[in-house]
């Protein structure tokens, strides 16, 4: 399936870069992680549990970065492969300086999902994907508020990596109670059978 | 297709199942009807290492009038039931009309209507009609209570806003004032079949023919049901005409919605569907209202 | 021809177990100490297999062992072919690729067993799965027909030089000549999807090997008893009698359940030979979808040359075949397709080529239809774009075209799937159109009742096709008739039963014969033990061959009870006629004597019996035709559809079918219906459907759609005309695949006509809503 879409963050394109490059955000950017290991500067692998609803698996990752441009752009290779089956994607990130502060990312890219996944899966991996694109894209938003915060000077916001159970009991989204707190922004993932989309937040965090 | 090895509880009480929900968190399910569930755990699609299962306890499932006209449904009864409930063809024949499009009738008794309003699958018709309805949902845990409102349970494809150690106990239909029509109007390949594309209305005129309230959801088309705004905000206070009924359908076709392309059928026949339907619905439910 | 109880409708022997659950089916086979067999599979389509580590799996408590290629050492190895090569086709080119059992350094479709896990139960052995890692380096794909022929496609076969698995061509007359002479020539490219088979219940083998008795009993899904038994036993150096397969009542089998040498009876034969317990496997519904076979999946570069009278001059058609990775079943498939084709039209110049391409999806074999559906579907909508072209009625141009009753036996110049020429042998083409016209009220339809729908603003359509049907083909079957001590009357056959109602109607045939009661007559098929000489039920044989060779076997029991009778009697054999159950003599019914004591005075256990006499009242009888026999019919629907959503009604269905003589009317129309049920869901709900990298999308019953009986037709009409077939004396032809094979061109006719406004030329099958919306809003409006 094609992958395509684009968001804006409120926050200068090196410092989404440098964000991204936090390997305590990287780290909780990908839900379920249970470990995310760096091979080198372009391959991380890692153990991923996945669950989103009732639905749930576990994979293991491999992630590659490849044409990298700073600030500019990248292209990310992933692959989780486990028992309910695969997933591949290869995806080009664009960072877009509009001029007013904000960076406007741009991503396409192309997913395989084979295995059970696919064969039995169809029906959810649209909407799965929609909604997992949408959740990390706002965890990457307050990712971001926070270190522009804490760079700022401003009350410490502590961006705190979720631990594993707080991963695996990721199921529930708190985010309506959660935003408004100042104290401590509380994450919570959704997990997500396609990897990729986690990936492609991964490979941003990797630089 | 067999499920991964897990424990079995079978609680004759709603306390006890409480007891058993805030001891496994994140490991135990609640077992209703099943029809969802373990089709997904002989898949291995889900692997809850404990199930624990509402079938024991009668408690849970009953149809009871409401003082306002409307009805409190307990989780476990039966979608057939429902089907077939005396109160509910007089109260909300929204309910019928929708029913027998609910897979088949075998299906129907054993799934559940807070089960199926709970999985939250975003091409279920029973999530959508709880919005549709403006239920409120009881939700339980061991030592609490709180009611959700139905637009604001659901979060995401079989996501809602259920903890694990949370389940749901009742759904509460509020009762519908006169002058109400609904319709609800679906296209699907099979009869019983996942529809491609949903739509369900409630709408009230008062006394002068003046649209007082326009509720309409759209199924399948989304990672979850989706209520129209424009529906209300274009409705609500004139007479319905052809004209605003297909502006409403337009808009949401096109700005409301966020179908996915599968193989079953692509966005824009999806898109085509909802702006066919939302006409069809709305149209049928006003004239319903107005008899 | 109807008699007492040959040509009734007579209610089935088997109901009465099937309905009250006392049937036994494979599943239900228990026996003491059994095993269970679980395959862990590729996800990847195309792979080379780096590793297997099946080391954690193996420990995993109530695991008993877990096998890969290597554990098999040479036992595993390719094939062998389970249809030979198209030899009798001069210049055929094919490259036989058998089915491998399990796969050994190279993946090849999705699906592809990589190891064996035996456990105590199959809960354990699918938990052991989880537990085994496999290395996979992935490689391309290919799933295109076309792209798969492109020089520097990846090739499925690496010892190949190309992806083209066999071409055939075979013409009559010259259609190029007849092409340059025509007044009309139309040319399309043509789609037909997969569909599988989709029986209720799944395949399923349970293998007990008796060490101490060296015999192996094995129970089988299959349509094939006496094949299986044989390449068992041949793979496993036994002699033929040390194995016996036997069938239990199959949920349908639609042709899948044909084949053999699969991974399941390849494999879990010798490893119940290993551990000597005995081993079960049922196959899920998921592995069913990836790895039992499934067919259409062609592309046809179709032309038709006409007259501007509509008077076909010439047809061609070039297709691409998928065969999927391996092509065991040769190519009966295409060559079907290329047999109806012409179908039962006068078509003097035919040029077909068959262009069989391997993929890295499953294996394509037949499924009810086996590529007749293509063919007709291709001709059929040839005419129909012709009868566009020339502003003719589509019933019309057929009727100018179809074969007339004086032409018969007609030799078509192309051979077909039992390597013989294919010869029509008998039939009334143009009075089945005539009279399903007349049934569906064609003309008042298209006059009265339709102008007046489209003036309101509905979308009703019509559609009317011909088609025929080769069945009944050889090389043969057996049966042998015995008529027990109490009376009663055994018939054992070499095929097997899905469900087509064998143990009535092969009943019938014999007590037909034998003046018993239908209940006294019990039918046994596929029991190998039993009768070990056939080749199986696929073509729509059942009746047509392994029927006429009880019929014979049956004649020669009631002759030798004449004559045994009259002997015992002591009177002339002209002297004795059967009735009730006895042999009586003619016009004094008190001197008689029951056919069950003529049947042990006829195996005496002391004294002599006559030299070249054979004991008991019993007889074996073998039938081979030379060619099959040719069932044909029309089909006739109504649909409405609705403009604005395109969903889909058909409000009526008409079928008139030739299967020659009829047995059984009943249980006719259950066959006929069922086909058709077939035909709308390869029409317009079941699709099997691949990604470009070889992976299923619809592997469950949620995604690959079956047409249930509420989304049936409301009326159904099924009419039969009977011309008998000289082919075999009872005069019968085969008809379980007839309802599916013109259907879906029907649909497409009739949802032309009921979009009319749109000109729609519809070259494709399946579609679906979606689709059917997409190609209005290409379409230029009239």
Known sequence: ??????????????????????????????????????????????????????????????????????????TLIVEGRGAPGFAKGMGDVELIDQGDGTTLLKYSGDVQIGGTLASVGQRMIDSVAKSIIKTAFETLDKALEARLAAKAGSAPVEFKAPTEAEFAAAVTKDMASGLSKVAEVRMLFYVIPLIVVLVIVAYLLSH | MKPIPFEYFAPTSTEEALEHLANLGYNGKVLAGGQSLIPAMNFRMARPGALVDLNGIPEL?????????????????????????????????????????????????????????????PAGQLPAISIVLNANLKVLKKGGERWVKAEEFFLGPFMTVLEPEEMLAEVVLPGLPPHTGSSYQQVSRQKGGYSLAAVASVVTLDTAGKCTSARMVMISVGDVPILSEAATRILVGQKPTPEAIAEVAEIAASKEIDPGTDIHATAEYRRHLVRVLVRRSLSTAFERAAK | MAGRVFGQSIPRNEDPYLLTGQAKFIDDIELPGMLHAAFYRSDYAHARIKKIDVSEARKLPGVIAVYTAEDFGEFVRPGPLQVPPPTAIKGSIFHARPLMPIAKDKVRYSGEPLAVIIAENRYIAEDAMDYIVAELEPLPAVTDLEKALEPGAPLVHEDLESNLAALVKQERGNYEEAAAKA?????????????????????????????????????????????????????LGLFEEQVRVITPFIGGGFGPKIMTSQPDDVLLPIIAMWLKRPIKWIEDRRENFLATTSERDQIHYAEIALTRDGIILGVKDVFYHNTGAYDPYGMTVPLNTQTHTVSCYEVPNFYTEIRMVFTNEYVVTPVRGAGRPEGVFVMERLLDYAAQELGMDPAEIRR??????????????????????????SGDYPETLRRVMEVIEYEKFRKEIQPQLRAQGKHKGIGIVCFTEGTAVGPYEGARVTVGANGKVTVATGISTQGQGHFTVFAQIAAEQLGVDVKDVNVITGDTGHFHWGAGTFASRGMGVAGTAVYNAAVKVRQKALQFG?????????????????????????????????????????????????????????????????????????????????????????????CGTVVNPLLLEGQVMGGVHMGIGNAFYEKIKYDENGQLLTASLMDYLIPQATDMPKEMIVEHLETPSPLNPLGMKGVGEAGAIPTPACFMQALEDALYEYRLQIDETPLNPSRLWELVQQAPKK
């Open chain 1, 1 to 74: 399936m094609q992958l395509e879409g684009e968001h804006v963050f409120k926050g200068p394109r090196e410092e989404v870069y440098a964000m991204f490059r936090d390997p305590e955000v990287l780290a909780t950017a990908v839900p379920g992680a249970q470990s995310l290991t760096k091979i080198d500067d372009q391959h991380f692998e890692g153990a991923m549990n996945i669950r989103i609803g009732p639905v749930s698996g576990s994979f293991s990752g491999k992630v590659e970065v490849a044409n990298e441009v700073y600030p500019e752009k990248f």
């Open chain 2, 61 to 121: 499932a009953y149809i009871k009038p409401t003082a306002d006209g409307g009805l409190a449904i307990g989780t476990m009864t039966r979608d057939s039931k429902v089907e077939h409930s005396p109160e509910v063809a007089q109260r909300f024949p929204l309910l019928l009309e929708v029913m027998p499009n609910i897979a088949h009738p075998q299906i129907r008794n054993r799934g559940t209507f807070g089960g199926s309003i709970a999985h939250a699958d």
């Open chain 3, 183 to 235: 007044d009309v020539v139309i040319k399309k490219k043509i789609y037909v999807d997969r569909g599988a088979g989709a029986a209720m219940e799944n395949r399923g083998l349970v293998v007990n090997w008796d060490d101490r008795a060296r015999e192996m009993t094995i129970w089988a899904t299959t349509q094939a008893p006496i094949p299986l038994r044989n390449s068992i036993a041949t793979r």
């Open chain 3, 400 to 425: 100018r075209n179809l074969l007339r009753k004086e032409r018969f036996p007609y030799p078509t110049g192309i051979i077909g799937q039992d390597f013989v020429e294919g010869v029509l042998d």
């Open chain 3, 566 to 658: 009259a002997r015992f009697l002591g009177v002339s054999e002209d002297e004795v006629e059967l009735c009730d159950g006895k042999v009586c003599v003619k016009g004094d019914p008190s001197r008689s004597m029951p056919l069950g004591e003529i049947a042990l005075k006829a195996n005496p256990t002391r004294g002599t019996i006559e030299p070249g006499v054979e004991p008991g009242l019993e007889a074996t009888a073998y039938f081979g035709p030379p060619y099959g026999a040719t069932g044909a019919g029309a089909v006739a629907m109504i649909v409405d559809v609705d403009p604005e959503t395109m969903a889909v009604n058909i409000e009526k269905f008409a079928i008139v079918h030739d």
